[in-house]
């Protein structure tokens, strides 16, 4: 089913604020593409915030710089990366990081999804929140995974997602750190 940009916005917009994404968090959205949940989630964090988006695919990287301007969006860094696994943030500096769509096999081998997790963790405050949309994958599979490198799943949230620029139902999974 096609929608329009505003309709896919302010779906994206509900599931994050669902998902826990507060006003003033420092995000990192992994794997932004075009910006489907970057741009919706600078809205909600407003000035006090600041989400860092970081991809691969220069001409996704074009659009979202485009939307950020048409959004007239002042809270938005966009990181340019070769796929380097390594985060070049310091230790405890996120308060919320999005993984949607991004963890599975088309993007990371399983080790280097582990190195990826890892430095997840690294970045993340105590209490910061990490929520993966596992499409592509096993989400069993993941919550052990995640286990493993120090991660508990904190809460399941199904509702409507944006996958490829079209509206599905799905589930997120939020993850925080074992205390």
């Known amino acids: 089913m096609k ?26 959205d992994f794997g932004c593409g075009t910006g489907t949940y970057s ?39 966009i990181v340019h990366t070769d796929g380097d696994i390594q985060i070049l943030f310091q230790n405890d500096f996120f308060d919320f990081i999005l993984l949607f769509d991004v963890l599975h096999h088309y993007y990371f081998t399983d080790s280097e999804r582990e190195n ?36 508990k799943l904190i809460e399941k949230i199904s509702g409507e997602l944006i996958h490829y620029h079209e509206i599905e139902r799905g589930t997120i999974l939020n993850f925080c750190k074992h205390n």
């Open 3 to 28: 929608v329009k940009y505003s309709n896919i916005g302010e779906i994206a917009q509900a599931i994050l604020v669902k998902a826990g994404i507060k006003k003033g968090d420092n995000i990192l």
């Open 39 to 77: 741009i919706p989630a600078a809205k909600i964090i407003g000035e006090d915030g600041k989400i860092f988006s970081v991809e691969t695919d220069i001409t996704a990287i074009k659009i979202l710089n485009e939307n950020i301007h048409i959004e007239d969006l002042a809270n938005i860094e």
């Open 116 to 151: 990826l997790l890892r430095e997840i963790v690294r970045v993340s405050k105590p209490d910061a929140i990490i929520s993966v949309y596992p499409e592509h994958m096993n989400a069993d599979n993941l919550i052990i995974e995640m286990r493993t490198i120090g991660l």
